[in-house]
């Protein structure tokens, strides 16, 4: 198959193409450019609607569908997802400004990893039974919910999009599902190759539209039983608002404001590397990276020296180059967050080691929305800047003295989505971990995932977490069934 990316974006309702029923669109904006890419549908109710009746119509069918061929239709998602990895991966650079080589090498191998993981996974999915000895059985019985909800972010629009919808449908729900307004042309493509791989009408319906035109529709309907949502605090909090008085099953994947703590005695080229890495990898946008560097004092000055240094040859570039370590930051309002954090963060007392601009491109990306990877010091744990995520090529870094002043400023913040520990010392990698109040702890790697593992935050990162087996979990209803033997 040949996927182009179109002018106009459609919607896919019950299988169909379709415009927007209010003939309304947005622009979608090359942030590496400043080009307008596409037009983007901004739905309404009125299309949300449709794709409901179209997901219920399709529920009889679909969650009775026999796995082997549920099967077999994702993993030919998959498949295809493999197949048209360079498409896709110029989609996504075009919607995003994240480097081409970055999205060909990550994000598009992971969505298709997730249909992969989540076809199997619901080949080998079991239940639990409980024996009560001569009295009775208990079995647990995991039926699909019905119609669900899923909304996702710009920052890994494909990948993050697939992650929820592959277990719904693995589980053998309906979907209807919300990308990203910022970043809507691959969830587009995910529509074609949908019907390539002979999905059947109306079981994943992809709206597009903004979050208080759609999305809100999409959580408030009552035939909507479980939502999972990827994106901000503060929209999870509006959306936990709405849907918890309606009982709706709620998966929240927040905001992070992630510690990476560094101790004297790590394995420094290996920390140095993989620092570079998790601060700035897709230009920091990413819920993981690890946005608050903690550094034992007695290497604090090498540290800072070494790691400014190599951050200072991290130059922004057109993202279509292979040689750009820094893309484009997604959107001219972000753009203007980033850069308010930065004014924030001197107005705080920071001092700005590196970086700390707006930079300026020559030719095709003369009008980009480019930040130089900035870094920081000389901020206090509580202020603004260190404890609200910026989600942007901005880290701060802070001195520690001793185990326990890491561990207090690591877990001062209000998030716990992630941390990141190094250290060659075993035992005290894992009293760190162990006090460290963050979902996903990483020693001495960043970024690694075992999709069965679970993930999501602590506090304001989230609640509801999945992960493999979770995931397939979350999608579906227990019931348990007793029989007096
Ligand atoms: P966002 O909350 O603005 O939007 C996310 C999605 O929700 C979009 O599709 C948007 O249209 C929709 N939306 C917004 N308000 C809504 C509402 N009231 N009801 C329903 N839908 C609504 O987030 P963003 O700016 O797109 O993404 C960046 C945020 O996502 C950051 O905070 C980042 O940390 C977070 N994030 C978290 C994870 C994780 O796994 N924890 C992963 C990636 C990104």
Known sequence: ?????????????????????????????????????????????????????????????????????????????SQLIDDNIDSLALAETNDNGKPLWLS?????????????????????FSTESHNMEDKAINYTLR?????????????????????????????????????????PMTAYLLSLICIEAGLPDGVLNIVHGTGPGCGSAIVAHPEIKAISFTGSTRAGREIAAVAAPMFKKLSLE????????IFADCDWDKMMHTTLQSSFSNQGQICLCGSRILVEESIYEKFTHEFVARVKKFTNGDPLDDNSRQ?????????????????????????????????TLDGRCANGLFIAPTVIEGLG???????????????????FKNEDEALQLANTSDYGLSA????????????VATHVKSGIIWINCWLLRDLRTPFGGFKNSGVGREGGWDALRFFTEPKNVCIEL
């Open 143 to 183: 039926q699909p919910i019905g119609v669900v909800g899923c909304i996702s972010p710009w920052n890994l629009p494909l990948y993050l999009f697939t992650w929820k919808i592959a277990p719904a449908l693995a589980a053998g729900n309906c979907v209807v599902a919300k990308p990203s307004e910022v970043t």
């Open 1 to 77: 198959m040949n996927l182009i990316a179109p002018d106009h974006i459609a919607n896919y309702i019950a299988g169909i193409l379709q415009p927007p029923i209010n003939g309304k669109y947005i622009d979608n904006i090359n942030p590496a450019t400043g080009n307008v890419y596409s037009a983007t549908p901004d739905s309404d109710i009125k299309d949300v609607e449709e794709a409901i009746g179209a997901a219920r119509a399709a529920f009889p069918m679909w969650s009775n569908t026999p796995v082997e061929e549920r099967f077999k239709i994702l993993n030919r998602i």
């Open 420 to 431: 990141t520990i190094w250290t060659q010392d075993v035992s005290r990698a894992n009293r």
């Open 327 to 359: 893309g484009a930051v997604v959107s001219k309002m972000h753009f203007d967050k980033v850069l308010s954090c930065i004014a924030l963060a001197k107005e705080e007392g920071g001092t700005i080691l590196t970086g700390g601009n707006a930079v």
């Open 381 to 399: 744990p509580h202020c603004r800047t260190n404890m609200e995520e910026i989600f942007g090529p901005v880290v701060t870094i802070q001195p």
């Open 104 to 124: 060909k090498r990550v994000d598009i191998p992971r969505a298709s990893s997730n249909f992969r993981f989540f076809a199997t996974g619901i080949m080998h």
């Open 254 to 261: 927040l905001g992070g404001k992630n510690p990476n703590i």
